[in-house]
């Protein structure tokens, strides 16, 4: 594939933290893409929750269902645009390897309990410390080793840090755009991610196709669409293929805008892209907006129903409880947790104890610990 000028070809990458000789048919984004998938990390965001626990079903997104979504998602667009699909493919896989238990709320309540402490909890941050220290696969380096642009795009693809705040990154050129590949991430992510919530909550019959056609007037065009050249479909069917629609329509604009944007700006090179004011990816306004009120909907009549809430607030109940337990009793981790918290802050290292954790693993700690059986009803 012949790449844009703006992608970032592998033979410009900044390299790895320690030198490895190539691989005789793997790009180093291939590789990287590679050790994403065979850490322990990624496999353990398959017992991590999206929005559904497993208490309502198995067959609802879990963490690495969704990455593999947005993976997919993200190799498209990328190809689309001409752009590096490895590199795109390997920052999908990793996007979300930082996440502790409990999706979202598990990440407000780690950063609100580390606060006290004069910390925070960040999950890019955390997934940048995964693939530079946790994960312990090799005998010649700590972490995973993965090139400057994969590391980088960890840590950026969401959102910028001010370096002044956040003196530890200073290597990651804070006063940068990231590459193309990197700024598609959060925006295949949300593609990924609107519409798969959709699908959950209708399944899980907490929302239905009257309610998302009232209020998302982007699906119920899309809808209507199904129900006038299939009037005798059935509802599911029409309904899947309305969200079909509604992704394609949200990645075409993603291509369509991105690709006019770059074009707009005069980008000739990577180097162009890093020195604009303002990142490139994104829907045009019209979708922006759509985008928006399909996330509106979202949050008012799902991530907040009360089914969902009363779910998410004994799940978080359980991890500050046992984020508490832990400071008072660190000889109750495993050793290596124990030893460390002699050397490191406490509290830090509890955190990433209990940031590693799968929901499940938390809860049995839990009862374990606290034998409090009417939290680990959760699960």
Excluded: W
Excluded at 30 to 36: G, H, I, L, S
Excluded at 107 to 134: C, Q, S, T, Y
């Amino acid at each position: 594939m012949v790449l844009a000028s703006y992608a970032m070809d592998v033979a410009r990458s900044r390299g790895r933290c320690y030198p490895e000789p190539p691989h005789p048919y793997r790009s180093d984004y291939a590789r990287d893409r590679d050790r994403v998938i065979h850490s322990r990390a990624f496999r353990r965001l398959e017992a991590k929750t999206q929005v559904f626990t497993t208490r309502y079903s198995d067959h609802f997104r879990n963490r690495l269902t969704h990455t593999i979504e947005v993976a997919q998602i993200a190799r498209t667009v990328a190809g689309a645009l001409g752009l590096n699909t490895e590199l795109a493919e390997a920052l999908a896989l990793v996007h979300d390897i930082g996440h502790p238990p409990f999706g979202h709320a598990g990440e407000r309540k780690l950063d609100e309990l580390m606060r006290p402490h004069g910390d925070r909890f960040d999950h890019n941050l955390h997934a940048l410390r995964i693939v530079e220290k946790f994960e312990q696969r090799y005998l010649d380096f700590p972490g995973l080793n993965l090139t400057f642009e994969v590391r980088e795009g960890i840590v950026k693809h969401s959102r910028s840090y001010d370096a002044a705040q956040f003196p530890e990154l200073s290597d990651y050129l804070l006063d940068q755009r990231t590459p193309l590949e990197a700024q598609l991430i959060d925006f295949v992510d949300e593609i990924a991610y609107n519409t798969a919530d959709l699908d959950d909550g209708c399944e899980a019959k907490l929302l239905d196709i009257d309610m998302i056609c009232f209020d998302v007037p982007l699906f119920a065009e899309l809808y209507g669409e199904v129900e006038r050249s299939h009037p005798q479909g059935r509802d599911k069917l029409r309904f899947n293929e309305g969200l079909k629609r509604m992704l394609d329509r949200l990645a075409t604009d993603l291509i369509e805008n991105t690709h006019a944007e770059a074009a707009a700006s005069g980008v000739k090179s990577v180097e162009d892209v890093r020195r604009l004011p303002r990142r490139l990816a994104g829907f045009s306004p019209q979708v922006t907006a759509e985008n928006a009120t399909l996330k509106k909907f979202l949050l008012d009549r799902l991530y907040d129903h009360p089914a969902i809430v009363m779910d998410r607030e004994r799940s978080v109940a359980a991890l500050a409880q046992l984020f508490e337990f832990y400071l008072d009793h660190p000889e109750a981790m495993p050793k290596f947790y124990t030893e460390l918290a002699q050397r490191a802050p406490r509290h830090r290292v509890v955190c990433d104890y209990i940031a590693g954790m799968t929901d499940h693993f938390l809860l049995r700690q839990h009862l374990d610990l606290l034998g409090t059986s009417s939290v680990s009803a959760a699960s």
